[in-house]
T-cell receptor, first 114, second 115 residues
Framework: AQKVTQAQTEISVVEKEDVTLDCVYE???????LFWYKQPPSGELVFLIR??????QNEISGRYSWNFQKSTSSFNFTITASQVVDSAVYFC???????????FGSGTKLNVKP | EAQVTQNPRYLITVTGKKLTVTCSQN?????MSWYRQDPGLGLRQIYY???????DKGDVPEGYKVSRKEKRNFPLILESPSPNQTSLYFC??????????????FGNGTRLTVT
């Protein structure tokens, strides 16, 4: 069975702090894809990144970085020097090769205070 | 502009009164799906469709119907809504199935309240 766990329900930080959002996934399949989505207070869901199971290279995009570790089944998301605009709910998600379902974690609400 | 359009954005209805939430995409995507978002549960898949006339159940299909008569449209039908279907609903699409890693493009959501 597939499962995505985001154990942090809510995190509060002060602007300019670094923050890491944890994501742990479960699957027995060897080919799969991991995603992060952002849901700002306005409610829409914004795609941030996709990683496939064969690519463990970490990725950096501006203040955002992602750490994928198959050994611990984790796909963590770090925001460096957080800003108020980063306040949102962040979802981690999993899809399996050749299987058309998407599995979402329960989300982590990030509050960045000025 | 490439987008997924859901209507209405907000809907308040009473138990048992049939309703339809429309979803349309203008990106010629093969795959479309519906999710509901509830506090503490994240997004759960209701139904998905790989192509016209091809639909399949997600994880929480009970109480919902869908149809895919045209590639661009994928309406969600609640034949007899109940209060436990009060939720935030999202329609999503992707160029091909999510089984090849395509990310989902989401509509803006429909907040449904059933009293």
């Amino acid at each position: 069975a597939q499962k995505v766990t985001q154990a942090q329900t809510e995190i509060s930080v002060v602007e300019k702090e670094d923050v890491t959002l944890d994501c742990v996934y479960e699957t027995r399949d060897t080919t799969y894809y991991l995603f992060w989505y952002k849901q700002p207070p306005s409610g829409e869901l914004v795609f941030l990144i996709r990683r496939n199971s064969f690519d463990e290279q970490n990725e950096i995009s501006g203040r955002y970085s992602w750490n994928f570790q198959k050994s611990t089944s984790s796909f963590n998301f770090t925001i460096t020097a957080s800003q108020v605009v980063d306040s949102a709910v962040y979802f981690c998600a999993l899809s399996i090769y050749n299987f058309n379902k998407f599995y979402f974690g329960s989300g982590t609400k990030l509050n960045v205070k000025p | 502009e490439a987008q997924v359009t859901q209507n209405p954005r907000y809907l308040i209805t009473v138990t048992g009164k049939k309703l339809t939430v429309t979803c349309s995409q203008n990106m010629n995507h093969e795959y479309m799906s519906w999710y509901r978002q509830d506090p503490g549960l994240g997004l759960r898949q209701i139904y998905y469709s790989m192509n016209v006339e091809v639909t399949d159940k997600g994880d929480v299909p009970e109480g919902y119907k869908v149809s895919r008569k045209e590639k661009r449209n994928f309406p969600l039908i609640l034949e007899s809504p109940s209060p436990n279907q009060t939720s935030l609903y999202f329609c999503a699409s992707s160029p091909t199935g999510t089984g090849v890693g395509s990310p989902l493009h989401f509509g803006n959501g429909t907040r449904l309240t059933v009293t």
